[in-house]
């Protein structure tokens, strides 16, 4: 059965306490687009006079270096919301966005999203607690760039990546998003080649597994190590 417009925005956070008919209030005002793998959402310096809600699929968030090299800032899955900052502070954003996968968006317009805001006090509660998490996540972020240990940098990724809507089991944590070296690289600060040469020490180890999919599993080990 085709999922409709008011049950997908009343899966994501931002509008998870509205009722019913407060959602089909709201359901007018959000535009619904699609978007294919690798598509630019938004560029760097771009004024931006909209939010962003991922429904399905996800993104990344990358800023690009003087000398090319791509930063990954951030990475976003179904139920997170970008775009938000730009909206309040009236500032271009910072950096560009680009779907990972076919991924469907609610956009909401700058008048819009500040009504919602105003006149629905759950909305403004939850998006409040979004923006806290997004701070600690920016500390958490912050404190692993001064490792000047890779292998701390990648523990601590690996560590904060888990935070993030993965499957706890008795063997430990799996990751919910596949990550190649590249990425998990490019968020580190570091090369390929270090993050390949940490993550096959942390496997034999038998700190982390790799998974089917290719998905990353920290073990018990590494949980009790960090």
């Known amino acids: 059965m085709k999922t409709s417009k008011i049950e997908l925005l009343g899966n994501i956070q931002l509008f998870s306490s509205l009722t019913e008919r407060e959602l089909s209030q709201i359901s007018g005002k959000v535009a619904m687009k699609e ?9 760097e310096k771009d004024t931006n006079e909209f939010m962003y809600v991922i429904l399905v699929g996800a993104v990344k968030v990358v800023r690009s270096t003087e000398d090319g090299k791509e930063i990954i800032l951030a990475l976003h899955r179904a139920d997170q919301l970008f775009g938000e900052v ?3 502070d ?6 560009t966005v680009i779907a990972t996968e076919d991924s469907l968006l609610a956009i909401i317009a700058k008048s819009d999203f500040f009504n919602m805001v105003y006149s629905q006090k759950k909305v403004l509660e939850k998006l409040l607690e979004i923006l ?8 958490t972020r912050i404190h692993m760039l001064n490792f000047n240990n890779a292998a701390q940098r990648v523990k601590m990724l690996l560590l904060m990546l888990s935070y993030d809507n993965s ?3 008795p063997e430990g944590i799996t990751l919910a998003a596949k990550f190649t070296h590249q990425d998990l690289a490019d968020m580190a600060g570091l090369t390929r080649e270090t993050v390949t040469r940490v993550l096959d020490k942390l496997q034999k180890d038998g700190e982390i597994s790799i998974l089917k999919k290719k998905l990353i599993r920290l073990n018990t080990k590494f949980l009790r190590q960090t």
């Not at 294919?36 to 938004?42: A, D, R």
Request: charged share 30%.
């Open 35 to 43: 978007f294919g793998k690798n598509e630019v959402i938004l560029r």
């Open 86 to 88: 730009s909206l309040v």
């Open 90 to 95: 009236g500032r271009t954003s910072p950096a």
């Open 132 to 139: 806290c998490q997004r701070l600690r996540e920016s500390w």
């Open 167 to 169: 499957e706890r089991t």
